[in-house]
């Protein structure tokens, strides 16, 4: 069930992703754009395409805006990455962008492709209401989402005390919950329908989403993972497991599962798939 | 009358962008946005409100455009001052943001004016066909427009040969010219009108403005430029100036100029401030 369609959205986002990207000039920008945008879970795309069936919208109608999440969740991770920032050396098993390429490439192909996700945000398949998504896009990008993330990370960098519960949260609403709820909502925009369901599904989704990484961080698999692990522990950073401890940040994960499913009551059984990822953002190993 | 009016334009669109950040949060990514859109000619605000003008289009309804166009510079100004990138310590007579805070601040304060700008062009104060603003703005920043001209930059860098005449005719037209055809077209493309008359102005105008620019470069007063200048011939790269010596690189300015207000033809006199913006590009001191 959730597995293959995960699998089949895989195949059908790279395939977007490769179109939008076919006619562009042979410069080392587009090359790292190409590699930054390979491999990932694709969770984000998932949400997007159900969100759109559950409003009765063809997968066609709604590629551009899977793809379009994409790109900034792969523009966001290329400039996170960077020495200034998390300087991070290997990222889905590979080496990080600034590493194969370097520092003016990362941060170019990175500005290139969110410019690349509004851009495909305005691709007319999605239809009229479009210039919602483009707003809702924005809206997740900017300061009240993925840059207030971003920066509350920097400031508790430099801050002396670690940072509470509720700053933890309040950070990675903005890391991660703001783009998982554009794209969960995704579909009711574009048909025009009421978002709020999918917003506080969306909402839960993100911090167990953000919880199960900070236990990853701990016990996952380095190999599996793709990426080095232990640094939070290791740089003294506040996280979930760190505030809540293992068993705790375990429970705490499983009641935003609960709370995810139940935000989706309204749909009854059409909304089944995205039970079942809620329950697979606790249940991975990368 | 153009002197006049620009001034009036720099207190409109600064009104209009510190509107867009007042209710902010209070930390130092917001005050270092906030500081990269401080000063600058407002030379594009300028062009999307006399566009918006020519076709019948109020200030109130595409002031918006216009600071989403200052945006956009501003975010590419921060990121092309990074010690990556062009390396600059000094922009409008004031330190650049990554010597005023530090690199991580610049590349997230640029990455946010990024989406400010396609946020701006999203205000439903431009009215219905708003998507296609939004549109031409990604066609402008992407790799068609703005990202091809800074890559194209950063390759020519590293290329044992300097660039000819054509091939820096392509990296401006991305550099500077995208985003002067974006701002010069904003107002017929919410008109719904024909643009083609303000893209040739804007070709002719923005390449005007680099070659004045490569002027300035030799023959400027770092004091008024707020730059520091003579960079490129101290590091051996291919200008305007370089390839057509300084007196034929005026020499096609002025052309270019003459060309700029041929294409205003079809508006007739009401064009008349749009020529005279064409005539200070290259009569200007900074």
Redesign the interface.
């Known amino acids: 069930m959730f597995p293959e369609r995960l699998k089949r959205v895989q195949g059908k986002v790279q395939e977007a992703l490769d179109h939008a ?1 076919a006619f ?2 042979d ?4 090359h790292a ?1 190409r590699y930054a945008l390979q491999g990932g879970k694709r969770l984000r795309a998932f949400l997007v395409l159900e969100s759109a069936r559950l409003h009765g919208i063809h997968e066609g109608e709604a590629m551009a805006a899977a793809a379009a999440v994409e790109a900034l969740h792969a ?1 966001s991770l290329v ?1 996170d990455d ?1 020495p ?2 998390d300087d991070d050396d290997l990222r889905r098993g590979q080496p990080t962008v600034h590493v194969k390429w ?4 990362a ?2 192909a ?3 492709l ?3 996700a ?2 495909l945000c ?1 691709d007319p398949s999605l239809g009229a209401r ?2 919602d998504l ?2 809702a ?3 997740a ?3 009240e989402g993925m ?2 993330g ?3 990370d ?2 508790a960098e430099t801050a002396t005390d670690p940072l509470t519960l509720d700053e933890i949260t309040r950070l990675q609403a903005g890391k991660t919950g703001a783009l998982f709820t554009f794209a969960a909502t995704a579909g009711a925009i574009l048909a025009g329908a009421d978002t709020r369901p999918l917003e506080d599904y969306a909402r839960a989704l993100g911090l167990a989403f953000q919880i199960a990484d900070d236990i990853l961080d701990v016990e996952g698999d380095p190999k599996k993972a793709g990426k080095k692990l232990g640094k939070d522990a290791a740089a003294g950073k506040a996280t979930f497991v760190s505030l809540l401890g293992l068993k705790g940040a375990k429970t705490r994960a499983r009641e935003l599962v609960a709370e995810a499913e139940a935000a989706l009551a309204p749909y009854g059984m059409k909304a089944d798939l995205l039970k079942e990822a809620a329950r697979f953002v606790i249940a991975r190993d990368a």
């Not at 410069?27 to 587009?30: A, G, H, R, S």
């Not at 370097?102 to 490439?105: E, F, G, H, I, L």
Request: with cysteine; charged share 10%; aromatic share 4%.
């Open positions: 990207l562009h000039p410069l080392p920008v587009i754009m523009y400039h960077l200034c920032m370097d520092q003016a490439t941060v170019l990175g500005d290139a969110q410019t690349l509004f851009e305005c479009r210039i483009v707003t896009l924005a809206k990008s900017g300061a840059v207030l971003q920066a509350l920097i400031a």
